[in-house]
Every structure is written in C-alpha cells, then in structure tokens.
C-alpha cells in the first residue's frame, strides 16, 4: 500500500505537513473526469503525453478519449488499475526509474501537486526534461503564489513520513530554470496554478 491509496479509494484525507499544516486532498477531484481547469493542461498536450503520478487516470483517460497517445505511470497499484479501468494505459514504475520513450515524449503532466514527488523539484523537472523531446514541454500544477519554494516532511492519513515539497506561481519559472527548462507561462483558472516548461 502506498502513501496515497488512501484517497485513491475514495476516502476522504489530508496532506499532514511536518511543520503543522494540513492540506486537503482533492480526492472527488482525482475520481471524477477531468474538468474545466484541467482543460488548461490538456488543450496543451500537443502530442505524446507522459502523466507523472497518473492517480486513477482522469488526464490519461481524457487524452485518450481526444485521440491523444498517452501513459499514466504511478507506484501504486491501486492507481495503475484505476487508470486502466477507465480505458488508460498505465505502468507500475517509480518515475525515476527505466520509463520507455525517453528523450520522445512531447509533454510531461505533473498534475494536482506532483512536482512536489520526492521533495526535490528541480531532481523532478530534471527527470522530466529527460524525458521530453527537443522543445517538448513539462505541464505542471502548482501553488498558488504565497509559499515559494518549500520543502518537506508530510504524511497521509497518520501513515509513513515521505518527502515532499510546494512551489508555487512564483517560484515555478527559476525551479525550472535550475533544471534546465524555460517557463512559457503560468496561467490561474478556477483557483488553480498550471505552468507550461519548455525544453529548450
């Protein structure tokens, strides 16, 4: 079981912060089909689509559906099946490990806070970039501005400590910078953050 099989089945939970905060986790969000402000990333996705941390697969299946080629890859089992279920394909993989089409892929969708995995956004964009063809781009979902750059401890549901991390709409742009990637834009819909990365 993985740190957020818990909202992945459905229940109600918190992102527990080390420092005190807690976070809501959009878990309706994550079951339900991608709306209006996802719609930001995915009228980006130009071409083929890597989602980072894919959950159950609603920006997979949505690609799908509008003949896009994507791949949801997610450590978690759970998360690979539910992808699957609603007609997405899927790898169970840890996203710093072997991924096909390395150096191919024209985005990288790092949704709903996933440039926070493994508490080291620019090891994360990093390994996004090498995934991405020449001009490629990373799609990213983060803070709002207010936090910077932030990282840290946090637990769900009471279980095992992880390393995580926040950037928000300011901080995003010099991240990527430092791992070699150019902000083309970052845009606020609905209450949510998303940037656009690009390989130069």
């Known amino acids: 079981m993985t740190a957020f099989d818990v909202g992945l089945s459905g229940a109600e939970c918190r992102l527990e912060l080390a420092g005190g905060d807690h976070l809501p986790l959009p878990v309706d969000r994550w079951h339900e089909d991608a709306d209006g402000a996802d719609h930001v990333l995915l009228d980006a996705c130009h071409g083929p689509t890597v989602d980072l941390g894919c959950g159950p697969g609603r920006m997979v299946a949505a690609l799908v559906r509008r003949g896009v080629v994507a791949l949801g ?19 169970h993989r840890d996203l710093f490990g072997r991924l096909p089409g390395a150096n191919r892929w024209a985005h990288v969708l790092l949704a709903d806070g996933n440039i926070g995995i493994g508490g080291d956004p620019v090891a994360l964009l990093r390994r996004a970039r090498r995934l991405l063809r020449r001009h490629g781009s990373a799609l990213v979902e983060v803070e709002p501005p207010g936090c910077g ?8 549901a009471g279980g095992a400590w992880f390393d995580w991390a926040r950037v928000d709409a300011r901080a995003v742009a010099p991240t990527a910078a430092r791992a070699g990637l150019v902000s083309r834009w970052v845009v606020e819909r609905d209450g949510r953050w998303f940037a656009e990365l690009v390989r130069p």
């Not at 890859?73 to 790898?91: I, N």
């Open 73 to 91: 890859v997610d450590h978690s089992p759970l998360a690979v099946a539910l992808t699957r279920a609603r007609g997405g394909p899927a790898l």
């Open 149 to 156: 750059l932030r990282r840290e401890r946090a637990r769900v």
